[in-house]
């Protein structure tokens, strides 16, 4: 990661609300995030008893919009959380400017993102601190767990002090703050270990997979592939595609009748009923309704992405 500080946790959510403990972020405060996103980007704020404040997503990109982010500033926020969607970094650079500008911690959301570069810099090691999933189905795995990583001395002892029960270092069973139970167990840590001498061959795998997908899907009427900005190395975390709304259901179903398994794309946090606010974000609702993830697990062979694409584009032409 080029950052000195890999702090390894139970999960990622969790090493996303140390993050914020951390930065010493709670009641009161406000902090920045893309509705389009998976829940726990948006739980790990609610846990510290900040807000969460919803903004919409950059059609490019379908990550946070950074055109959207000075409108969203208010005198209560504290932190802007970034989102590497599916393994596709967002645009940094802006994000980072208006930052600064108004002395806010960036806290980056790669928990899909494992490898991936921002004009060949590693995403997770651009802000303030980055977080890290390894959850069964991401890039790297130990079954679970997490890792916060950061350049900031001061905030990784913190961290590590608050997610070892906010036992002192220096004194023995001595608490003096309350902290929580968040560590890596030594299995998970020695799993991790093995996954990252094979990561190059899974990160190789990935890039192959999406390659095949885009020379199978790309420019086929009534399906949009997800874009790839020019300065964007992304790892494909999954291979994901937008089609009508009035097919992405049934296009599910006409798959699945095929022993072809999909995901829809995640609910936008602010239609779910613990965030709901009555606002429009109209890209990330569009994104929330057209998309579906197809197949994308590494040993995936061109011969069954060839069979799965070739029933996505039936299920288009049957169904719209």
Request: charged share 15%; glycine share 10%.
């Amino acid at each position: 990661m080029g950052v000195r500080h890999g702090i390894g946790t139970a999960n990622g959510t969790v090493s996303l609300h140390l993050a914020f403990a951390a930065l010493g972020i709670g009641p009161g405060d406000e902090v920045i995030v893309p509705t389009f996103t998976y829940v726990a980007s948006v739980n790990a704020i609610a846990y510290t008893g900040a807000t969460p404040v919803f903004v919409d997503s950059d059609p490019m990109t379908w990550n946070l919009d950074p055109s959207v982010l000075e409108a969203a500033i208010t005198p209560r926020t504290r932190a802007i959380e970034v989102v590497h969607l599916y393994g596709h970094p967002a645009d940094m650079d802006p994000i980072l400017a208006v930052a600064e500008q108004h002395g806010l911690a960036v806290v980056e959301d790669a928990a899909e993102a494992h490898g991936a570069r921002y004009k060949d810099r590693p995403v997770g090691s651009l802000g303030t601190v980055g977080s890290f999933s390894f959850f069964g189905n991401k890039i790297i795995t130990t079954g679970e767990g997490g890792m916060l990583v950061t350049d900031d001395e001061a905030l990784a002892e913190t961290a590590r002090h608050l997610r070892g029960q906010g036992v002192s270092p220096r004194r023995t069973y001595w608490h003096d703050v309350i902290g929580f139970n968040y560590r890596m167990t030594n299995v998970a840590a020695a799993i991790g270990c093995a996954q990252l001498e094979r990561v190059e061959i899974t990160l190789a795998a990935k890039r192959e997979i999406a390659g095949w997908y885009r020379s199978r899907l790309d420019r086929v009427p009534g399906i949009a592939l997800q874009p790839k900005a020019g300065w964007a190395a992304p790892v494909h975390w999954m291979n994901s595609v937008l089609v009508d709304p009035q097919v992405q259901g049934g296009l599910m179903e006409f798959l699945a009748t095929r022993g072809i398994e999909t995901r829809p794309f995640f609910h936008p946090a602010h239609t779910l009923p613990m965030y709901a606010s009555g606002a429009a974000f109209p890209v990330a609702e569009r994104l929330g309704a057209y998309g579906i993830n197809l197949p994308s697990w590494p040993g995936l062979t061109e011969a069954q992405v060839d069979e799965i694409s070739s029933a996505v584009v039936a299920g288009v032409k049957t169904l719209g």
